[in-house]
């Protein structure tokens, strides 16, 4: 936080992080409210996702190439401008679902670019002897406003109705433009692309196919994000039909989900070096996936929160553990490339694992849907503790 770019940017993106969360609890309740089909639900999962895993590698080439601060101004214009789209509809009462599904393809593909330029931009504003530090407050804004956000956006649905929430959010984004236009930052030049994207690519992947615990590692992370973190687009059902704790409920469940993140960010952080990275995760694979399932089967508001904290924190702990072991591993002039493949595993299983969910739960139920997805995160976190070369990862 010494660096004045720093911490103008942070807050910035703290506040607009708040705003998206906000809108995050309208829009997964409004699309709901409007088709009550499970299934619909999952559709706008799957195709705000879908971009990502065709375009993300684009998004990472274009950041190498031109000048990080300029792409963000533009995304971040693009997102606002989708969210005042939204409040227009939501307060004019034409917001229809068919709207919804196309502003989120639209958010989709511009995340796809701006999701790998903001990660990339940390390391323009700090020194390198603070970057590791930087890469974790800024991950710490995520999860900082993914507690208030929901909580806020919860409120103020139960209060004032969704289109109070896409004008907030709307607003929120002239925080980090703000930011941005008060920080320099020079053109990348680090974009050294001469054997082509593909072969670029696949240097990051040999890597990591060659060591079989840092594969397996990565492979959990893909397990995870296609059949453990799906539940979270179910969570206006719970809410409403398992729950029966309404709008204001469902903020608190996303606010207890984002309260488990930050602590295990801190957990994280506290056990490094203490603990071998292997056995942490494999702690961390099972934890998560007996607190989803516990979840999914408890009619108890308060239980079904302190499970969704425990969920939250575990999930955390190995995204970030595997995310570190790969850059510890990873010789410096690999490290994005590999890093990539990380990002590529939370973020490409996404669409098809909203719209696996939605389908299972119009199929079974949403509690039964989740139970059964998650088994599989289960299954595979005890494979984890059974590989030699998982357990021996040490950082």
Partial sequence: MRSPAFRRYWVGAFLSFVGSWIQNVAQSWLVYDLTRSEFLLGVVGFVQGLPMLFLAPVGGALSDRWNRRRILLMTQSLFALSALALAILAYTGLIRYEHILALALFNGIVLAVDLPTRQSLVAHLVHREDLANGIALNAAAFHTARILGPALGGLLLEWAGA??????????????????????VQSAHDGRTNGGLLQSLREGVEFVRARRGLLMLWINVLVL????????????????????????????????????????????????GEVPRGWLII??????????????????????????????????????S??????????????????????????????????????????????????????????????????KEVRSVER
């Fill in 322 to 387: 595997t995310n570190t072991a790969l850059q510890t591993a990873a010789p410096d002039y690999l490290r994005g490339r590999v890093v990539s493949l990380h990002t590529w595993a939370i973020n490409a299983p996404a669409p098809f694992a909203a719209l696996l969910i939605g389908k299972l739960a119009q199929l079974w139920g949403a509690q039964m849907a989740v139970a059964a997805c998650t088994s599989v995160c289960a299954v595979f976190a005890l494979v984890l503790a059974f590989v």
């Fill in 225 to 272: 994000s296609m059949f453990g973190l799906s539940y979270l687009v179910l969570m206006p059902v719970f809410a409403e039909e398992v729950l029966q704790i309404g709008k204001t409920g469902l903020g608190q469940m996303y606010t207890f989900a984002g309260i488990g993140s930050l602590m295990g960010l801190l957990l994280t952080a506290r056990l490094a």
């Fill in 283 to 320: 702690g961390a694979a099972n934890g998560f996936a007996w607190s989803v399932i516990g979840f999914a089967f408890t009619n108890s508001p308060w239980l079904a929160k302190g499970l969704l904290t425990l969920a939250g924190m575990f999930g955390i702990i190995q995204l970030v």
């Fill in 163 to 184: 289109a109070p929430c896409f004008l907030i959010n709307a607003l929120s984004f002239s925080a980090i433009l703000l930011a941005l236009a008060t920080i320099r």
